[in-house]
């Protein structure tokens, strides 16, 4: 728990997270991690408003009722928007819905909107009403929307082409936007940061997880696995959604290669996802049935631990621009982040080199990759003692306790460029 006697919260925060509330026979469910998150808000703020997209349905797994949870929901309000993610949904919502976003934002001594999409994008609609208020706001985005779009270009399915082509550009357009009105910009993870920080006036590089302290694999437990590296088949873990955008069908390739190099391994992708039937087709074509495992997804958080504290490495293949938490959950737990090169990746092993990354899309190169470190255990040995110190400075507290900083330090009434960003806009929308 972030340790706090109250003297540091102070004013109203306002924000809009995209992640779905579920309202259900008059229940109320919030995400589990959306939980924590708003938890730690709160640690910071003395109110925190939470705009999310609600659905009227059943919730999925890992949703809990709010109501069972009021003590980390305290000095917490949840405020329901419609779903709206079709153009006839957003057209027909969206005046009701802004001017209820106005009213909150007059409310808010803090505005932090995340943004991404088209249509049913509150966070980027809440970003233009501030600026009509002539109001300060952040920005947030965890990953580049508009690409994970794009690659929808290529998908076997016309339906999703056509849909990628007529969306791709106005969606890119409307990130620009957005990010160059915001007061700060607040990115997680060097892929996003770098995509949008020339768009932004105030660029932050900043994280968004959900690890705790405890979380993070005991100083004798990584001792023992540093120790026992060079034993057994190596084993490779992933944990996060089987779609393509994560490469699935790529990394099923690399264990079908070392099946027939030969290589004595055992993998386990934890995750459910469009892909799944097909990886678990392709494992069962391969003979690797006994070698690859499969759950889907796993409902206990301390089984994904258990699975981490295992693994001599983790293996990913992700293709699109974003800032995965998985890679840094991996690194607290000493399982070095064997993958897809980007901006992201290397920046988190930067420090100690807490991994190996090849070229996007590379299969051959990382299949390489990996038989060598099933090879040479002294290697991986190291790799695992230079993960866990690359994932050592990641907590949940340390990086909502930045982010809060932040916030109060650049968007306070009297900060810096307050008064002129006011003036601006104000001849903006007068004009």
Request: aromatic content about 8%.
């Amino acid at each position: 728990m972030t340790k706090d006697t109250g003297a540091n919260r102070d004013g109203r925060l306002l924000i809009y997270a995209p992640v779905p509330l579920y309202r259900f026979d008059g229940v109320l469910y919030v995400e589990r991690q959306a939980i924590n998150g708003l938890r730690l808000w709160a640690s910071h703020f003395a109110e925190v408003i939470s705009m999310m997209p609600v659905q009227d349905a059943p919730p999925p797994v890992g949703w809990l009722p709010a109501d069972d949870h009021k003590e980390a929901l305290e000095r917490v309000g949840l405020e329901p928007l419609p779903t709206a993610y079709r153009p006839d949904q957003f057209l027909r919502s969206y005046r009701k819905t802004r001017k209820r976003i106005g009213d909150l934002i007059q409310q808010a001594e803090y505005l932090s909107f995340a943004i991404g999409g088209l249509f049913g994008d509150w966070g980027a609609v809440a970003g233009f009403e501030a600026r009509r208020q002539k109001r300060r706001f952040a920005v947030w985005t965890d990953r580049v929307e508009s690409e994970v779009v794009r690659q929808d270009m290529k998908d076997p399915s016309r339906r999703k082409r056509w849909r990628a082509r007529l969306t791709y550009r106005p969606m890119k357009m409307l990130e620009h936007k957005v990010v160059s009105v915001a007061a700060l910009g607040l990115f997680h993870g060097k892929d996003t940061f770098d995509a949008y920080s020339p768009y932004s006036s105030n660029p932050h590089l900043v994280h968004d997880i959900h690890i705790r302290a405890e979380d993070h694999i005991p100083g004798d437990q990584l001792l023992r696995k540093i120790n026992d590296a060079g034993t057994g088949p190596l084993r490779i873990v992933y944990a996060g959604r089987a779609d393509a955008m994560k490469g699935p069908l790529d990394w099923i390739a690399v264990l079908e290669r070392l099946k027939v190099m030969d290589i004595d391994f055992r993998a386990t992708w934890m995750g459910v996802g469009d892909e799944l039937e097909q990886m678990r087709t392709r494992v069962t074509r391969a003979g690797l049935s006994d070698q690859v495992f499969l759950p889907g997804f796993v409902t206990e958080h301390d089984q994904v631990l258990d699975e981490l504290r295992r693994a001599h490495i983790f293996m990913f293949c992700h293709k699109t621009p974003e800032s995965p938490r998985c890679l840094i959950e991996a690194l607290s737990n000493g399982a070095p982040i064997v993958g897809y090169d980007s901006s992201y990746a290397q920046d988190l092993i930067s420090a100690n080199s807490g991994g190996v990354l090849v070229p996007v899309n590379d299969v051959e190169k990382l299949t390489d990759e990996v038989a060598a470190l099933a090879q040479d255990r002294t290697k991986t040995a190291q790799l695992i003692g230079h993960a866990r110190a690359d994932g050592e400075p990641f907590t949940d507290e340390n990086v909502f306790e930045h982010r809060s900083h932040l916030i109060k330090e650049q968007l306070r009434p009297d900060a810096p460029g307050s008064n002129r960003l006011r003036a601006r806009w104000g001849e903006s929308v007068a004009g």
